[in-house]
């Protein structure tokens, strides 16, 4: 463990720091897109551009989740090793308040719809999946249950995130019709993400 009194008061601070302050950035979007809804700033179609809006920081979120393993064995950095969880977390916010948005906002609370839209439409359905799959992650992402599971059945159980990942991108992959430019930008930004974490760590 790390002994915070140990070190220079600068560096300390830094690091006492550096949770809150990615908190507030990781609520920024969310923050700006309340701004634009209040200032009727949302386009002619308001409530798409919500529900694509947080869907696209829902699949940020679960990409900048799933760097920080790699950029801290490739640059040494491990003070980023804390924010994991926290990323993790924001990526599941993000899209629950995606999801929400859609069954609240564009389908009015109607959860037969929804139901219907879920299996008529296989974007939403693959979606779903990486929601279903996405819920036990953050369920489990207490210490308690680390201890509870035991590590390795943990790690084995958060592997899945990689497989939410993926799903996310077919999912934006399905959705557009024209225009595969965003979705193919994730595809290879996952898939270095992949292939960095099949590569032997560093000495
Ligand atoms: C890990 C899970 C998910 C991720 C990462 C994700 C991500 C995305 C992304 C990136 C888009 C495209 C945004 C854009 O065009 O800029 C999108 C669109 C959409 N997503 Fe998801 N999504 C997820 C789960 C879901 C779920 C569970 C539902 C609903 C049951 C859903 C419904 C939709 C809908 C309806 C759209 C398109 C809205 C439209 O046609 O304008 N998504 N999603």
């Known amino acids: 463990m790390t002994d915070l009194a140990a070190q220079p008061p600068s560096r300390n601070l830094q690091k006492r720091a550096l949770k809150p302050v990615v908190f507030v950035l990781c609520l920024l979007p969310l923050a700006w897109l ?26 940020r979120f679960l990409i900048i989740g799933l760097a920080v393993t790699p950029v801290r064995r490739f640059t040494g950095l491990n003070a980023v090793g804390r924010l994991r969880r926290m990323l993790g977390l924001f990526a599941f916010f993000y899209v629950t308040l995606h999801l929400v948005a859609f069954i609240g906002l564009d389908q009015q609370f109607d959860f037969a719809a929804v139901w219907r839209e879920i299996l008529k439409r296989k974007f939403i359905t693959i ?4 929601f279903v799959i996405l819920l036990p992650l953050a ?7 680390v201890r509870r599971l035991g590590g390795r059945a943990w790690r084995r159980l958060h592997r899945g995130v990689y497989l939410a990942g993926v799903l996310g991108v ?7 019709k024209a225009g595969l430019q965003q979705p193919t930008i994730y595809a290879v930004i996952l898939a270095a993400l992949l292939l960095a974490r099949l590569m032997p760590a560093k000495a």
């Open 170 to 176: 077919i999912h934006y992959f399905m959705m557009v």
């Open 127 to 130: 979606g779903m999946l990486a």
């Open 34 to 59: 309340g701004f634009r809804a209040a200032t009727n700033d949302l386009g002619f179609n308001p409530i798409e551009t919500i529900v694509r809006d947080l869907g696209d920081w829902a699949l």
């Open 139 to 145: 369920i489990t992402s207490t210490d308690g249950m």
